[in-house]
């Protein structure tokens, strides 16, 4: 039964905002922190700074009621939960200095007793290290007057809110009592199952599905490559050997984006980097198709010394979310236009009213509004699945040089 009644929750992102939002529907005091005047502005006043179906209703209810507030300042609190992010250093090694930070700003606040719960996907010893640097921060507190737990983020983007209450989550504490309270502060919103082990193997569980899904990629990207070299449509023969009981390949694309499958393996790689061959061809593969695609795209634009426009369709790193992060698409955007000045590339992104910042001032790359592109363009890179691309007539792409990396319009 969970007896915590004030929450800190350190860092409003993706994961933070919606945690904090949940927890203060069950009517937990729950307190933001984040370093972004955006965020904690428009928190306040009840408004989300990014899309993500359902939690505007929850943040606004939220706010009015009273229960959920933002500032940048660390408050006391009965638990902390910390959802910062983890990206990885030039040698793919965990860059830890944003949890760290989160400590600095918990460690002073604390009383003895407390719960810090660390959410962010975190590399094999995190929650640990987590643990002792509070603790040498705080030498008057002990392992049983700090209760430290790691509890992994399992949420898909754009279903955030239905999978915080659906899914089954790990808990791994540094004692059993902290996994235990970080188990019944959980309860209080997530109806599936809440698993509790150690710090290091939550961690690793979390890893782990990542890099399950990283590796299933690759293979579909793989024979995205073997067959267009082959010259077979890759997605009739996905549909088809997935007919067989056993098998379910997944679907290729421009390559892996986001905060998390691009991310995670890299934390097993660096942790086990001569056990890890797999995983790391993997990672590799997936990051060589937006070359790939780039290629392609440059190979269509060659053809009769070509002097019109493309189009690139979406930037976002997967379908129906404006969330840029790692988006190959970026990449894909920012490659061609830079290396292919003459060219005009006409950007399609209809979740953004503006470029983000790795694509600005580049001056033959424009965010243009989707039919003004399809009409302009003579090649049409479909990069994102988004909703609003599905319903692009036929006709509208006859006589264009057509590149869908995603099979959405074959
Ligand atoms: N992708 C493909 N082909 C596919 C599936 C995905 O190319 O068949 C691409 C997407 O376009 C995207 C990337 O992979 O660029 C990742 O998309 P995703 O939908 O697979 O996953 P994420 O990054 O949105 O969320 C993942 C989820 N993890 C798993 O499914 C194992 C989610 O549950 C995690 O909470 C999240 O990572 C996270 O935060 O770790």
């Given at each position: 039964?969970?007896?915590?009644?004030?929450?800190?929750?350190?860092?409003?992102?993706?994961?933070?905002?919606?945690?904090?939002?949940?927890?203060?529907?069950?009517g937990?005091?729950?307190?933001?922190?984040?370093?972004?005047?955006?965020?904690?502005?428009?928190v306040?006043?009840?408004?989300v700074p990014?899309v993500e179906?359902?939690?505007?209703?929850?943040?606004?209810?939220a706010?009015?009621?009273?229960?959920?507030?933002?500032?940048?300042?660390?408050?006391?609190?009965?638990?902390?939960?910390?959802?910062v992010?983890?990206?990885?250093?030039?040698d793919?090694?965990?860059d830890?200095?944003?949890?760290?930070?989160?400590?600095?700003?918990?460690?002073?606040?604390?009383?003895?007793?407390?719960?810090?719960i660390?959410?962010?996907?975190?590399?094999?010893?995190?929650?640990?290290?987590?643990?002792?640097?509070?603790?040498?921060?705080?030498?008057d507190?002990?392992t049983?007057?700090?209760?430290?737990?790691?509890?992994?983020?399992?949420v898909?983007?754009g279903?955030?809110?239905?999978?915080l209450v659906?899914?089954?989550?790990?808990?791994?504490?540094?004692?059993?009592?902290?996994a235990?309270?970080?188990?019944?502060?959980?309860?209080?919103?997530?109806?599936?199952?809440?698993?509790?082990?150690?710090?290091?193997?939550?961690?690793m569980?979390?890893?782990?599905?990542?890099?399950?899904?990283?590796?299933?990629?690759?293979?579909?990207?793989?024979?995205s490559?073997i067959?267009?070299?082959?010259?077979?449509?890759?997605?009739e023969?996905?549909?088809?050997?997935?007919?067989?009981?056993?098998v379910?390949?997944?679907?290729?694309?421009?390559?892996?984006?986001?905060?998390?499958?691009?991310?995670?393996?890299?934390?097993?790689?660096?942790?086990?980097?001569?056990e890890?061959?797999?995983?790391r061809?993997?990672?590799?593969t997936?990051?060589a198709k937006?070359n790939?695609?780039?290629?392609?795209?440059?190979?269509?634009?060659?053809?009769?010394?070509?002097?019109?426009?493309?189009?690139?369709?979406?930037?976002?790193?997967?379908?129906?979310?404006?969330d840029?992060?790692?988006?190959?698409?970026?990449?894909?955007?920012?490659k061609?236009?830079?290396?292919?000045?003459?060219i005009?590339?006409?950007?399609?992104?209809?979740?953004?009213?503006?470029?983000?910042?790795?694509?600005?001032?580049?001056?033959n790359?424009?965010?243009?509004?989707?039919?003004?592109?399809?009409e302009?363009?003579?090649?049409?890179?479909?990069?994102?699945?988004?909703?609003?691309f599905?319903?692009?007539?036929?006709?509208?792409?006859?006589?264009?040089?057509v590149?869908?990396?995603?099979?959405?319009?074959?």
């Amino acid at each position: 039964m969970n007896s915590i009644k004030e929450v800190a929750v350190i860092g409003l992102g993706y994961i933070g905002l919606p945690t904090a939002a949940i927890l203060a529907s069950k009517g937990i005091i729950v307190k933001g922190v984040d370093v972004t005047p955006r965020t904690v502005e428009a928190v306040n006043k009840g408004e989300v700074p990014f899309v993500e179906p359902a939690l505007g209703d929850f943040v606004a209810a939220a706010v009015e009621a009273g229960t959920l507030s933002a500032s940048f300042e660390t408050p006391e609190a009965e638990a902390y939960i910390v959802a910062v992010p983890t990206p990885f250093n030039a040698d793919y090694t965990a860059d830890l200095s944003y949890i760290e930070a989160a400590a600095d700003g918990i460690a002073p606040k604390l009383k003895g007793g407390e719960l810090v719960i660390l959410e962010s996907t975190s590399p094999p010893g995190a929650t640990q290290h987590l643990a002792e640097y509070l603790l040498a921060k705080r030498p008057d507190l002990t392992t049983d007057s700090l209760l430290v737990a790691h509890c992994p983020e399992r949420v898909l983007p754009g279903y955030v809110m239905e999978e915080l209450v659906t899914n089954d989550r790990i808990v791994g504490g540094i004692t059993v009592e902290a996994a235990e309270k970080a188990k019944a502060l959980y309860e209080t919103f997530c109806q599936a199952a809440i698993l509790t082990t150690d710090a290091k193997t939550a961690e690793m569980a979390k890893l782990v599905e990542n890099s399950y899904r990283d590796v299933n990629i690759a293979f579909a990207n793989e024979l995205s490559v073997i067959s267009d070299r082959l010259d077979i449509d890759v997605w009739e023969l996905i549909s088809l050997a997935n007919r067989h009981p056993r098998v379910n390949i997944l679907q290729p694309g421009p390559g892996v984006g986001g905060h998390c499958i691009a991310v995670d393996p890299w934390f097993i790689v660096s942790a086990a980097p001569e056990e890890s061959n797999l995983i790391r061809m993997a990672r590799n593969t997936n990051d060589a198709k937006p070359n790939w695609v780039i290629e392609k795209v440059e190979a269509a634009t060659k053809l009769d010394s070509f002097t019109g426009k493309v189009a690139v369709m979406g930037l976002a790193f997967k379908a129906n979310i404006d969330d840029m992060r790692e988006s190959p698409s970026i990449e894909i955007a920012r490659k061609l236009a830079v290396a292919n000045p003459t060219i005009e590339f006409l950007a399609v992104e209809p979740h953004v009213e503006a470029l983000p910042k790795k694509l600005e001032g580049i001056s033959n790359l424009v965010l243009t509004p989707m039919d003004e592109a399809l009409e302009a363009a003579n090649v049409v890179t479909l990069l994102v699945d988004h909703d609003q691309f599905k319903s692009v007539p036929a006709t509208t792409l006859a006589g264009k040089e057509v590149i869908d990396t995603r099979g959405l319009w074959r």
